[in-house]
């Protein structure tokens, strides 16, 4: 995925950093909150952190270097 | 034309729109009358005249002192009236007490020969009035207790505390509320309860003070994720934003979970600061990738300083060699006995990038390094095994060397 720089909307926030508490409205109905339609948290985190295994150019590399390492020490 | 009978809600003991908009100070305009006929001690003829006084005064809107200085002696009435009302008076004290600390906010910027905090610190003595006046209630009668409403007074605190940046003052808040804990009703009975944003508000602050303030990020992670829940996408979206900002952090340090990216973009809009900041971070704990790390990290230092994030994300890179020693094990064949020479290596591509060559031998000075290093994860139970310095190597345990973390 892609995500655009931080900086810009950095800035955005540090502006408005004392807003927290301009919510549109004052209140909404229960159901609405996100404990009732999203089933808790389930879903909005990832819970395979012990498990998880990334493939991307960083471990690539890595596993190369590690190799390369390997023979270099035979 | 309005008439606005205020004897009624004295004797019905209840309120309702009317009321507050008789306390609203900047509708003068509004074809609205307000009867007060009701005999009383005077303290309800002193507050109408006062309250008349302040709509003129933010009509003609010439004078901020005389307009602060009215909303300050409003307040002070209302404190004196409440005292001898039940519940169905706290959310008016509220109504009055937030509008107050809006035009203390607003002379601040105005005003600079005064000390730019003696307005809102005079407005944060009337205000931790009305809080004490429902937190010290003694109504027998409990659901008719001013209690209910202490949590709306604490947010304004709150929030006071943050304008004037004092830390302490947040701290004596807190140690308040948990000391009389068993005595206020718990947040979802109170009247909170009935105006979602202050159980949104309540949650978020107290997260905030315990994981950026306490460094407890357990405690941290558990309102902030309560005050998440409570939030409705659409209507809450900026405060999602600022939510994920600490929790996302806190997750990571204390669960080990982190936010399912897929999900979240399709729930907002996509100028969320949340994910923008922490997600290459959230990338690198994976894959344990320290020269991005390092590089968002310096990249977004003063927003981390800014909001109360330093020592967090700071101690987040531990958990990023974490993932790199892990992975230098699996890649190397899971080995019970893991060379300090095969973790040099994959620190030096870490740490260094992909670019620089490095000697096919680490020197002493780094595998001292990486030792220290190494015994902090295993004194943190993040590793099973101990460290051989005579043959530089680490010696893992074979059941379960790297031992579960999610909870």
Redesign the interface.
């Known amino acids: 995925?892609q995500?655009?720089?931080?900086?810009k909307?950095?800035k955005?926030?540090?502006e408005e950093?004392?807003?927290?508490?301009?919510?549109?409205?004052?209140?909404?109905p229960?159901n609405?909150?996100?404990?009732n339609?999203h089933n808790?948290?389930t879903?909005?985190?990832?819970?395979?952190?012990?498990d998880?295994e990334?493939e991307?150019d960083?471990?690539k590399?890595?596993?190369a270097?590690?190799?390369r390492?390997?023979q270099?020490?035979q | 034309m309005v008439t606005i009978n205020l004897d009624a809600y004295f004797i019905h003991k209840r309120y309702d729109d009317g009321l507050l908009q008789f306390l609203k100070n900047d509708n003068y305009e509004e074809a609205h009358t307000y009867r007060l006929t009701m005999k009383n001690d005077g303290k309800l003829d002193q507050l109408y005249n006062v309250t008349m006084d302040l709509k003129f005064a933010s009509w003609v809107n010439d004078d901020k002192q005389k307009i602060f200085d009215l909303a300050d002696e409003q307040l002070r009435l209302f404190n004196r009236i409440a005292e001898v009302e039940t519940d169905w008076i706290v959310y008016p004290l509220y109504y009055v007490a937030h509008q107050y600390l809006q035009i203390a906010r607003k002379i601040r910027v105005k005003d600079d020969k005064m000390d730019k905090n003696a307005y809102l610190e005079r407005c944060g003595r009337a205000i931790h009035r009305s809080f004490n006046l429902c937190l010290n209630d003694r109504n027998p009668e409990l659901h008719e207790d001013r209690k209910t409403g202490c949590y709306l007074l604490a947010?304004l605190e709150f929030?006071l505390y943050?304008?004037l940046g004092n830390r302490d003052m947040m701290k004596n808040l807190v140690k308040v509320l948990q000391s009389r804990g068993d005595e206020i009703p718990p947040l979802a009975q109170s009247l909170a309860a009935?105006?979602?944003?202050h159980l949104?508000?309540f949650n978020?602050y107290m997260g905030e003070y315990y994981g950026c303030y306490e460094s407890d990020f357990t405690k941290g992670h558990s309102f902030l994720?309560e005050a998440?829940?409570?939030?409705?996408?659409n209507?809450?979206d900026?405060?999602i934003?600022?939510i994920l900002?600490l929790l996302i952090p806190f997750?990571l340090l204390t669960t080990?979970?982190?936010?399912?990216?897929?999900?979240?973009?399709e729930k907002l809009t996509d100028?969320?600061?949340a994910?923008?900041?922490h997600?290459?971070i959230v990338?690198c704990l994976?894959?344990?990738?320290l020269k991005?790390y390092d590089t968002n990290f310096a990249?977004?230092e003063i927003?981390f300083l800014?909001?109360g994030l330093y020592v967090a994300m700071s101690l987040l890179r531990e958990l990023v060699f974490l993932r790199?020693v892990k992975?230098?094990w699996k890649?190397?064949g899971m080995p019970s006995v893991l060379q300090l020479?095969?973790v040099a290596?994959?620190y030096s591509?870490?740490a260094q990038g992909?670019k620089k060559r490095k000697p096919?031998k680490a020197d002493d000075l780094l595998l001292d390094e990486l030792e220290c290093q190494l015994a902090n994860l295993i004194a943190k139970n993040l590793v099973k095994g101990y460290l051989s310095h005579a043959n530089r190597c680490l010696v893992l345990s074979k059941k379960l060397p790297?031992p579960?973390?999610?909870t």
């Not at chain 1, 004392?18 to 209140?27: I, K, L, R």
């Not at chain 2, 009935?194 to 944003?197: A, D, V």
């Not at chain 2, 998440?228 to 996408?233: G, N, Q, S, Y």
């Not at chain 2, 080990?256 to 973009?265: A, D, S």
């Open positions: 995925m995500f655009k720089s931080p900086e909307c950095n955005k926030t540090l950093d004392d807003e927290f508490e301009d919510f549109p409205v004052d209140t909404w229960a609405d909150s996100l404990r339609t808790g948290q879903n909005l985190w990832e819970e395979d952190w012990d998880v990334v991307d960083f471990t590399e890595l596993k270097e590690l190799e390492n390997r270099q020490q | 947010n929030k943050h304008l009935l105006h979602s944003k949104v508000m978020y994720s998440l829940l409570e939030c409705a996408t209507i809450c900026k405060q934003d600022k900002i997750a080990r979970q982190y936010p399912n990216v897929n999900v979240w973009q100028n969320f600061v994910l923008k900041v997600e290459p990338s994976l894959n344990g990738d991005t990249k977004n927003f800014q909001n790199l992975n230098c890649f190397t020479q095969a290596t994959a591509k870490s992909y096919a790297f579960s973390q999610s």
